[in-house]
C-alpha cells in the first residue's frame, strides 16, 4: 500500500478536509458544524502556529487522511502531564468513504508512526483521544501506545497514551524498510 505525506495547504485543502472532519464518522474530530470558514481558519491557524503542522496523507497519490504533529510542550497537553524531550503528539483521521478496504485503517496509523519515528529527534508520540473512542484505542494498542491515565482537557475527557520508539518498532520492524530505530 503506498501512502505517503504532503504538508496541508489550508486554502487549497479546506473543501475536501471540510467533508472529512463534518462527516458523522469523524464526531470524534469535534468539527460537526463546522463551516468551510471554520476550516480554512482552523488549518491555517495550524500552519502559522511554531509547534503544530498538519500533512495530508495521500494513498497511491489521492487524499486519504490526515495527520497532524504538535510539541505537547505547547500544543493541547501544556499543564496536562509531564513532557520529556523528543515527546510528539499525534492525531490522524481517515477519510470517509462508501468502499472502506480491510486494514487501511491500520496501514494508516502506521505509516503515521513510521513518519513520526523518521525524525532521530521523536523518542515519544504522545495521543489525548476521547475516553469514549474505543476504536481508535484498539488501533493505538495495535501500534504500541500504552495507556497512562485518564486526563481533563477542555473539550474532552481523554485517555493520555504513549508510544516509545522502541514499542512501535518491536511491533513494526520497520527498520528492515530502512527507518533508523
Known amino acids: 500500500?503506498?501512502?505517503?505525506?504532503?504538508?496541508?495547504?489550508?486554502?487549497?485543502?479546506?473543501?475536501?478536509?471540510?467533508?472529512?472532519?463534518?462527516?458523522?464518522?469523524?464526531a470524534f474530530w469535534m468539527m460537526?458544524?463546522?463551516?468551510?470558514?471554520?476550516?480554512?481558519?482552523?488549518?491555517?491557524?495550524?500552519?502559522?502556529?511554531?509547534?503544530?503542522?498538519a500533512f495530508l496523507g495521500l494513498h497511491d497519490g489521492e487524499p486519504a487522511f490526515l495527520m497532524e504533529r504538535y510539541d505537547?510542550?505547547?500544543v493541547e497537553l501544556v499543564g496536562l502531564y509531564?513532557?520529556?524531550?523528543?515527546?510528539v503528539g499525534m492525531h490522524f483521521l481517515v477519510a470517509p468513504t462508501d468502499r472502506p478496504v480491510h486494514g487501511f485503517?491500520?496501514?494508516v496509523i502506521t505509516a503515521v508512526m513510521a513518519e513520526l519515528f523518521a525524525d532521530p529527534y521523536t523518542r515519544r508520540v504522545v495521543v489525548e483521544p476521547d475516553v469514549t473512542n474505543k476504536a481508535?484505542?484498539?488501533?493505538?494498542?495495535?501500534?504500541?501506545?500504552?495507556?497512562?491515565r485518564e486526563i481533563d482537557k477542555p473539550e474532552k475527557r481523554a485517555l493520555l497514551s504513549f508510544c516509545r520508539r522502541e514499542q512501535f518498532f518491536e511491533r513494526h520492524s520497520l527498520a528492515a524498510r530502512g527507518v533508523a530505530v
Open 136 to 148: 481508535v484505542h484498539a488501533l493505538n494498542e495495535v501500534v504500541g501506545f500504552v495507556p497512562e
Open 1 to 26: 500500500m503506498n501512502l505517503t505525506f504532503r504538508p496541508l495547504d489550508p486554502l487549497k485543502d479546506a473543501e475536501l478536509l471540510h467533508g472529512w472532519v463534518t462527516h458523522p464518522k469523524a
Open 105 to 107: 485503517t491500520k496501514a
Open 32 to 53: 460537526q458544524d463546522a463551516r468551510l470558514e471554520d476550516v480554512e481558519r482552523a488549518y491555517m491557524e495550524i500552519a502559522a502556529h511554531e509547534h503544530h503542522d
Open 82 to 87: 509531564e513532557p520529556e524531550p523528543g515527546d
Open 72 to 74: 505537547p510542550r505547547y
